[in-house]
């Protein structure tokens, strides 16, 4: 070997060396702090394990990283070290992380229950516009936790459950149309009521749909639109609906004989609001049942 090349072949494994170790370091960086490289896709494999990389990146510091991760071990009942990369991921600022906690504390999941510190994250993560933690507080506001100090407050629910409607909460419009229904937290008003439940039931929420088709057989007797909203709750394995679907072709087939179109004027037509989603023949549950 010449002295040119014994001098050549060093550097270049110099320059090599350092190249790899600047990837490294730059990759660790980027593992650890890009939400892009590690998607939130609530998913684990067939072990209940987050994925290679995710793994990785959650023990690099990932914080989306980590949120898979104690979803991961949530589903493991593995509470304790849930928590862990949980409060390390909320703490970074990672909304679903922050209501995620705010769940483990509410239910007392690898952590003394606290409500009021439940309601803390959930309202960290609501600030961020996470539907999930609007609808929680707007629960919780509902229901109220008066150990915690957390007094009922239909206002404040009311606002919650509003917030996460208008961003596209299915369950949120949902519990919005019972408060405009019965007057709680705002004024009573019967045609928001109705719309908001259909805008629930269009997005697919099985039981909007069950109440919408409720009320279009019993208020409106429209029983075409009733039988076709009972149908795509019923597709969804709602009991209720298909509960009503059967009643209905048992009635001696009042669906062909008594349907009433409704108006594209008026979707409200002759609906008698006030009495939506009581009546007793029909089959159906009030959303804050198990808030009350």
Known sequence: MNKKNRFIVPLVLGLAAVLFFATAVVSAVVLRTSDKIVSIDYECNYSHNSSFISSIAAALGNRAAEFNKGVCLMEKKEYGEAYDVMVSA?????????????????????????????????????????????????????????????????????????????AGGADAQLYLAYMYLRGEGTEQDLEKAFEWTEKSAEQGFAQAQNELGRAYEQMKQDYNKAIEWYKKAAAQGYQDAQKNLDRLYENGGAPQTASKQSTADDPLGDLDLDNLFTDEDTVGGDPFADLL
């Open 90 to 166: 909320a703490e970074k600022g990672l909304a679903p992380a922050q209501s995620r906690l705010g769940y483990m504390y509410a239910e007392g999941l690898g952590v003394t229950q606290d409500s009021k510190i439940s309601e803390h994250w959930y309202r960290m993560a609501a600030n961020q516009g996470y539907i999930d933690a609007m609808v929680s507080l707007g629960n919780m506001y509902y229901s109220g936790v008066e150990d915690y100090g957390i007094h009922k407050d239909f206002n404040t629910a009311f606002h919650y459950y509003s917030d996460a409607a208008y």
